[in-house]
Nanobody
Framework: QVQLVESGGGLVQPGGSLRLSCAAS??????????MSWYRQALGKERELVAT????????TYANSVKGRFTISRDNAKNTVSLQMNSLKPEDTAMYYCVAPGLNIWGQGTQVTVSS
């Protein structure tokens, strides 16, 4: 049974940084064969795909709203995927979810709040 467990959320001031981590377990095949994504959802807003790290060669894609500020990375040896978030803005406030999109498996989410 695939499980995704996020950590690293919290309260940060505008302009600050946070690093989210996702620990993955239970994959049938090697973790490296699965694309991994981060989504977010703010109160009253639609869910947004923030970033994806592809399988194999590791192509990364980002939402326009976070390009140049967020970086997705993964450690296939440790079955983890991370999201480094810099220059945070109040509009980045949301619940952030780690997702294995090919399996439609979601973590429980971690709250990020950007406020002074």
């Amino acid at each position: 049974q695939v499980q995704l467990v996020e950590s690293g959320g919290g309260l940060v001031q505008p302009g600050g940084s946070l690093r989210l981590s996702c620990a993955a377990s239970g994959f049938t095949f090697s973790f490296s064969r699965y694309a991994m994504s981060w989504y977010r959802q703010a109160l009253g807003k639609e869910r947004e795909l923030v970033a994806t790290y592809g399988s194999g060669g590791g192509t990364t894609t980002y939402a326009n709203s976070v390009k140049g500020r967020f970086t997705i990375s993964r450690d296939n040896a440790k079955n983890t995927v991370s999201l480094q978030m810099n220059s945070l803005k109040p509009e980045d406030t949301a619940m952030y979810y780690c997702v294995a999109p090919g399996l439609n498996i979601w973590g429980q989410g971690t709250q990020v709040t950007v406020s002074s």
